[in-house]
Every structure is written in C-alpha cells, then in structure tokens.
C-alpha cells in the first residue's frame, strides 16, 4: 500500500474516532471497564482507594465481602521500626496514587476484569501505642479475611506487620514466601520485643507457619549481615544485590521460581530493597538496590506462581517531597496485585476442570 493509501486508511479507521474506541478486542475488554463514550471517571475525585476499587470501609463485616477475590486492606502501624518512623502514613500515601492500573502491560492482562476485588480500608486498632495489642489485631483480621476465602493484599506499615499476616495465611500449612527487600528481617527480638521490622520471618518460621526451605530474598545488602544467620542455618535462598547484578534478572526469576516450586506462596516487597536514588522515603534507607525497573521485571517474571497473599510495606512518605516512594510502592502494589489475580484465576480455572 502506498504511504497517501495507508494514510488514507489510518483517516478512515481513526479520523473520527474518540478516546474510548478500541480495536484489539483485548484492549477493548480494557476499555469498556473504564470509559463511558469517550469520558472517564476523574482520578483526582472521591475518596481516594488504591486503584480506584470500590470502596468497603468496614472490611470483612460490609456487605458484598464475601463475593471478593482479592480484599486490599492498609496497615498504617510502624511502631516496630527501629530507625525512621513514619510509614504509618504509607498506606494513605499509596492510595493516593492516581497513575495505577487498570493494564498491566508487562503480565499482560487488566487484572480487575479477571477478579472481584475492593480496598476494605484498614485495620482497626484498639490502641496506637501498644505494639503487641496491634499485632493481635492485624492477626484477628487478616484471620477473618482468609476464613473467607479472600486473597489479602496489604500495605503497611513496618514490616513487622507481615509476621501477624503469616500467622493468617499460612495457619492450614506453611506457605513459601519471595521477599524482596534490602534486609532478610531474620533477627531475634531485641529489648524484650519479638514484634519488630528486623525479624518476622525469623518468628514466622518458628510460628511454623513460613517454610524456609520454600523461601527466596532477593536484594539484600547493608552493614546489618551478621543479623541474619537465621537466614542461612533455617534453609533460606538469599540473594544479595550484588549477586542480582551478577545473574541479571532472568537467573533470578528463575531461581526464585525454583525455590518456591508449586505450592502456595506469599510475596513481601519492602521498599527499600529499592536504591534511595529510586526511593528516599523509607525508614532504613540502603545504598546500592534495585532500580525500579529490575524490580517490576522480576516481578513480572513471577506470573503463574500459587500466591495467597502479599504486601508492600516501609513506605514513609514525609522523607520524599518528590512522592516517588509512594509512585513506585503503588506500582509494586499494582503488579503484586495482577499476581494475586492469576493465581486466583488459575485456581478457578482448576477447580472447574475437576468438578
């Protein structure tokens, strides 16, 4: 075709069209989801819920819980931090993020068309100064939200919070786990507290509820190594940084899928297994991470794997005026969550071949 006949084509197929006129069929099924004619809802309105989900402010006991696939809940706790606080404003400042979604390019798919899903707000504490009275609520909750049948993905919050979600999620049997992080978090308890963000995985193993020959870390570096011999002696596959610049991360997506194999499987993203260059507003920032595109690549190398649960934690949004902390914990979130809809998809699609 000449280039005045393929113009003339182009005019025709898209000279009169409007924004929301679509012709992959795929990208269409996108489309139809987000535009009325060629309008779509304003991103900067409402009440801001991650991604633009509807809206269950009162969580497990609101109606239409129980019909969800994926529940997105904030943890806005950081009373086990032992440097920066401040990322109990990390949820908030996630939700806030009007660039996310709905097309996961690099998996794919618009994962809110495979799944019901809704942001069911935060976790109610009884008290904002009591470490221990706030894990037990995170553990109650997140235990009334998997009694359902809900996939939970969370965002914190200090890391700690992932011990009480384990203890959740992995209370039928032991799931694996790819932790993705400057730090393995594999300490004993300091100060007479076992509820702090440098060891969770350390107390979920011990919980029995976290296997850590099922479990990969991935990006770990800093001056805190001789904390984590944990790690090492209970079976973890630990992945330094500098090692993910050797590898690259197709060796790494490999590997992690090796480690973790078929079985059930949580994913826990700190932000700061991000370099500060990339993401400054964290309470323990680490010299030499992860750029955020290694990041969302090994992330989406992950597609297929039988994840239950996941989380985004250590944003502390007061330390980065540019609110890129926040930009790229939401995409992590976002991507986590196109995951979580695979691998919900995927057990869907088993349990109808065998009934």
């Given at each position: 075709?000449?280039?005045?006949?393929?113009?003339?084509?182009?005019?025709?197929?898209?000279?009169?069209?409007?924004?929301?006129?679509?012709?992959?069929?795929?990208?269409?099924?996108?489309?139809?989801?987000?535009?009325?004619?060629?309008?779509?809802?304003?991103?900067?309105?409402?009440?801001?819920?991650?991604?633009?989900?509807?809206?269950?402010?009162?969580?497990?006991?609101?109606?239409?819980?129980?019909?969800?696939?994926?529940?997105?809940?904030?943890?806005?706790?950081?009373?086990?931090?032992?440097?920066?606080?401040?990322?109990?404003?990390?949820?908030?400042?996630?939700?806030?993020?009007?660039?996310?979604?709905?097309?996961?390019?690099?998996?794919?798919?618009?994962?809110?068309?495979?799944?019901?899903?809704?942001?069911?707000?935060?976790?109610?504490?009884?008290?904002?100064?009591?470490?221990?009275?706030?894990?037990?609520?995170?553990?109650?909750?997140?235990?009334?939200?998997?009694?359902?049948?809900?996939?939970?993905?969370?965002?914190?919050?200090?890391?700690?919070?992932?011990?009480?979600?384990?203890?959740?999620?992995?209370?039928?049997?032991?799931?694996?786990?790819?932790?993705?992080?400057?730090?393995?978090?594999?300490?004993?308890?300091?100060?007479?507290?076992?509820?702090?963000?440098?060891?969770?995985?350390?107390?979920?193993?011990?919980?029995?509820?976290?296997?850590?020959?099922?479990?990969?870390?991935?990006?770990?570096?800093?001056g805190a190594?001789?904390?984590?011999?944990?790690?090492r002696d209970?079976?973890?596959?630990?992945?330094?940084?500098?090692?993910?610049?050797?590898?690259?991360?197709?060796?790494?997506?490999?590997?992690?899928?090796?480690?973790?194999?078929?079985?059930?499987?949580?994913?826990?993203?700190?932000?700061?297994?991000?370099?500060?260059?990339?993401?400054?507003?964290?309470?323990?920032?680490?010299?030499?991470?992860?750029?955020?595109?290694?990041?969302?690549?090994?992330?989406?190398?992950?597609?297929?794997?039988?994840?239950?649960?996941?989380?985004?934690?250590?944003?502390?949004?007061?330390?980065?005026?540019?609110?890129?902390?926040?930009?790229?914990?939401?995409?992590?979130?976002?991507?986590?969550?196109?995951?979580?809809?695979?691998a919900v998809?995927?057990?869907?699609?088993?349990?109808?071949?065998?009934?």
């Amino acid at each position: 075709m000449s280039a005045s006949g393929e113009l003339e084509r182009l005019r025709a197929k898209y000279g009169t069209a409007g924004g929301g006129d679509i012709h992959d069929a795929a990208f269409r099924r996108v489309a139809e989801s987000q535009f009325q004619g060629d309008r779509r809802k304003l991103p900067f309105s409402d009440v801001a819920t991650f991604m633009g989900l509807p809206y269950l402010p009162n969580g497990p006991a609101a109606d239409g819980f129980a019909q969800l696939d994926i529940a997105v809940l904030g943890v806005p706790m950081d009373l086990g931090v032992t440097n920066r606080a401040g990322c109990r404003l990390g949820p908030r400042a996630v939700r806030q993020i009007e660039r996310i979604g709905p097309f996961e390019h690099g998996l794919g798919v618009a994962p809110t068309t495979m799944v019901k899903a809704a942001d069911i707000g935060d976790v109610p504490f009884r008290s904002r100064f009591d470490l221990e009275s706030c894990h037990a609520d995170i553990e109650e909750h997140l235990r009334t939200i998997v009694k359902a049948g809900v996939v939970p993905l969370s965002v914190g919050g200090d890391h700690s919070i992932s011990q009480s979600i384990l203890r959740a999620v992995g209370d039928k049997r032991p799931v694996g786990m790819i932790h993705i992080d400057a730090h393995c978090d594999t300490s004993g308890p300091y100060e007479g507290s076992r509820f702090h963000h440098g060891g969770p995985f350390r107390q979920a193993v011990l919980d029995g509820v976290l296997d850590p020959r099922r479990t990969v870390q991935i990006g770990i570096r800093g001056g805190a190594e001789y904390l984590w011999e944990f790690s090492r002696d209970s079976g973890m596959t630990v992945i330094h940084a500098d090692d993910f610049g050797r590898m690259g991360v197709e060796a790494v997506i490999a590997e992690a899928r090796k480690v973790v194999g078929g079985g059930p499987t949580y994913l826990s993203f700190d932000v700061d297994s991000l370099d500060p260059a990339f993401a400054p507003g964290t309470g323990t920032p680490e010299v030499g991470g992860l750029t955020t595109l290694q990041a969302l690549m090994l992330l989406r190398g992950l597609g297929g794997i039988d994840f239950v649960g996941g989380d985004v934690v250590e944003v502390a949004p007061q330390y980065d005026a540019t609110t890129n902390t926040a930009q790229a914990g939401a995409q992590m979130l976002f991507t986590i969550f196109t995951l979580l809809a695979l691998a919900v998809d995927a057990r869907r699609g088993a349990a109808s071949a065998k009934g």
